[in-house]
């Protein structure tokens, strides 16, 4: 049997058959979800040539930090993995997508379907909008926009210039966030 390195405590376990690596103590039910979750998350933004350096660690501890709720409402429990930046811009070459894009530690936050569903429909430049007062009443509001900025510890005001330009935005409407 191979020995395996459990990726949330670092015990060293016998592998059990399963293909997480998660000791017999940590492999609840929930912890097998949030891996295949964290998974599925991975592999979205290798699809989109995006970076894909999430840890399962670091996951379930932004899930700690804001509480197993949604990051925007605070309110709904967690339901979906969120990418601030949206995942599928297919522009790899867009500055949003060098700075802070993909499935890493700067752009996951759980959400609610609610809010995930409310955040679809906006161009990822409303972030340069709302935090620089040129749209308001979008969603997510500056309120929200700045408490998860804070915690990704990306500095809104220096977000580049660039990344308002709307001529862009159109492709991406309809695609998964
Ligand atoms: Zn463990
Ligand atoms: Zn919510």
């Known amino acids: 049997m191979r020995?395996?390195?459990c990726q949330l405590c670092g015990k060293v376990y016998r592998r059990t058959g399963?293909?997480?690596t998660l000791c017999p103590d940590r492999a609840t039910e929930t912890m097998i979800r949030e891996a295949r979750i964290l998974q599925v998350n991975l592999s979205l933004a290798q699809t989109y040539d995006l970076p894909?350096?999430?840890t399962?660690?670091?996951w379930i501890a932004t899930l700690d930090y804001?509480?197993?709720t949604c990051a925007y409402c605070q309110e709904q429990p967690y339901e979906v993995m969120e990418h601030f930046i949206p995942i599928s811009m297919r522009d790899r070459y867009h500055p949003y997508g060098a700075i802070i894009g993909g499935t890493?530690?700067?752009n996951c936050v759980p959400a609610c379907y609610d809010?995930?569903?409310r955040k679809r429909n906006n161009c990822p430049d409303y972030i340069?909008?709302?935090s620089n007062g040129v749209e308001q009443g979008i969603f997510p509001t500056l309120e929200m926009i700045e408490r998860i900025a804070q915690y990704l510890q990306i500095d809104l005001h220096n977000l580049p210039l660039s990344l308002c330009v709307s001529k862009k935005s159109a492709p991406w409407r309809n695609s998964i966030f």
């Open 128 to 130: 340069w909008k709302v």
């Open 66 to 68: 804001f509480g197993w």
């Open 52 to 54: 894909a350096t999430l």
């Open 104 to 106: 890493t530690i700067k």
């Open 56 to 58: 399962f660690q670091q």
């Open 115 to 117: 809010c995930n569903a």
């Open 18 to 20: 399963s293909k997480l």
């Open 3 to 5: 020995k395996m390195e």
